[in-house]
């Protein structure tokens, strides 16, 4: 390097302050450091919060440095960070070579393995080495589902833009991550689901006990994210890390999915409400289920126990459960899917003819009553109502005004109890209180 080391590294974190305030010039950023084929979990890296940035900086190789102060180069013109200016030609031919060696070592599909046991037509067993594993990983190859998963959390960015992330409890990855790299972790199951609607997703080899996951396919982590998220820590750790994990390989369809999650027991253990969701067990469950899928209202349904507003989310999935596995009857399949259908149709009218009060938009609700959360037992008696009475749902507006007429008793029914979870006499109390109200009683 023609100057010191960590005189480049403070010419990078000083221009990265300077990116920071600026979405278009980080979106060039990181398409630079794509094109240099920088591999994703530095760029997530180098787009944190400046503390981490300054540390991490200091730990990455000099081909990484290299390919770092050349996009700021290219996005900035800063000639301060021009590599000619920095680095000695070999230098700079070394880290584009390894640069390139990156891409060649990225995994693509097909990927094939051996020693295969098939229990199921859709379920394998095999072993993988970490280091494979994590390629894959960083290969973006393996994809976060996020529902077949925990659900998100979400945040705001600098922008003001609402970013959706996985559920990760970062304590269980750091102690993950430092047991694998110390070789103190024994050998633990991955499970991964490959699916696909284009492709048959998976060939299974049975003379050679081969299984070949074919390209097209979609591969995504169903069970051990923390363990993945923590062996990628740990091969940075000790990249010498020599461990093969269980592998599991399953081939399910959305739903099956959903309910393999539910049913799996983990030390990251899953809310009740979320667990109930996936598992799907109550024939309400699957209703809900299907709504989130294709109601007017369905991503506005939160799987936590809370609803979440940057999120637009409205109601939960257990107090819509609840609710229909109060008011409608079930005995089959064919009535889920009558019960769907006609909810869909509710909400449709309903979402329809009160735009502004379910927006995502709160500022925009001029009667908060009509989005609290456990309003929606109230929308959910009302169609029941409706359907029993064979009223047409082009009059909605007109039971909908007759239900939250007395808005100060509502105000205080909704509110009796600040959580949204468990309680069922209060929930009891607003089914009672609807039905006596559309009743006349």
């Known amino acids: 390097m023609k100057i010191d080391r960590s005189d480049i590294e403070h010419l990078i974190n000083t221009q990265l302050k300077g990116l920071s305030t600026s979405k278009s010039l980080k979106y060039q950023f990181k398409y ?50 021009d590599p000619n200016q920095l680095f000695g030609k070999r230098e700079i031919r070394d880290a584009q070579d390894n640069l390139k060696s990156i891409v060649q070592k990225r995994k693509e599909l097909p990927i094939s393995f051996s020693d295969t046991t098939m229990l199921k037509f859709d379920s394998y067993i095999t072993k993988i080495a970490i280091a494979d594993l994590v390629k894959m990983s960083e290969s973006q190859l393996i994809v976060y589902d996020y529902e077949t998963q ?92 020599d461990l093969d994990m269980i592998l599991s390989i399953r081939s399910y369809d959305h739903e099956t999915a959903q309910k393999y999650f539910g049913q799996i027991n983990t030390i990251n253990v899953l809310k009740k409400e979320r667990r109930d969701e996936l598992a799907q067990e109550r024939m309400s469950d699957k209703v809900v289920a299907i709504l989130q899928r294709k109601s007017e209202i369905g991503k506005h349904i939160a799987s936590a126990t809370t609803v979440n507003e940057l999120a637009g989310e409205l109601t939960t999935f257990d107090i819509m459960s609840y609710s229909i596995d109060r008011m409608y009857h079930f005995d089959r399949q064919l009535d889920v899917i009558k019960t769907s259908n006609y909810l869909n149709d509710f909400f449709t009218y309903l979402v329809g003819s009160y735009p502004d009060e379910f927006s995502i938009d709160a500022n925009k609700r001029k009667t908060p ?73």
């Open 32 to 81: 630079q450091l794509i094109e240099l084929n920088i591999p994703v979990e530095v760029i997530d890296s180098l787009l944190k919060k400046e503390e981490y940035v300054a540390q991490y900086i200091t730990q990455i190789d000099a081909s990484i440095l290299y390919g770092v102060c050349q996009a700021l180069f290219s996005v900035t013109g800063n000639e301060q960070l």
């Open 150 to 241: 925990r659900g998100a959390k979400y945040t705001v960015n600098q922008s003001g833009g609402v970013v959706k992330t996985p559920i990760v409890n970062k304590t269980s990855v750091k102690r993950i991550a430092t047991k694998m790299a110390d070789n103190h972790y024994f050998e633990d199951m991955i499970t991964l689901n490959v699916y696909s609607t284009e492709v048959d997703p998976v060939t299974y080899h049975e003379d050679s006990r081969t299984l070949t996951i074919n390209d097209g396919a979609i591969i995504s982590i169903l069970d051990g994210f923390h363990r993945l998220q923590g062996a990628v820590a740990a091969l940075q750790m000790n990249p010498n890390l």
């Open 369 to 441: 009553i009509m989005s609290h959360p456990l309003m929606f037992i109230g929308y959910i008696v009302l169609s029941k109502f409706m359907k029993d009475h064979d009223i047409g749902l082009d009059e909605i507006e007109k039971y909908v005004n007759s239900i939250i007429f007395d808005y100060k008793e509502l105000e205080l029914l909704l509110n009796a109890k600040k959580s949204l979870t468990g309680n069922k006499r209060i929930r009891n109390q607003i089914i009672n209180h609807f039905d006596s109200t559309l009743r006349g009683e």
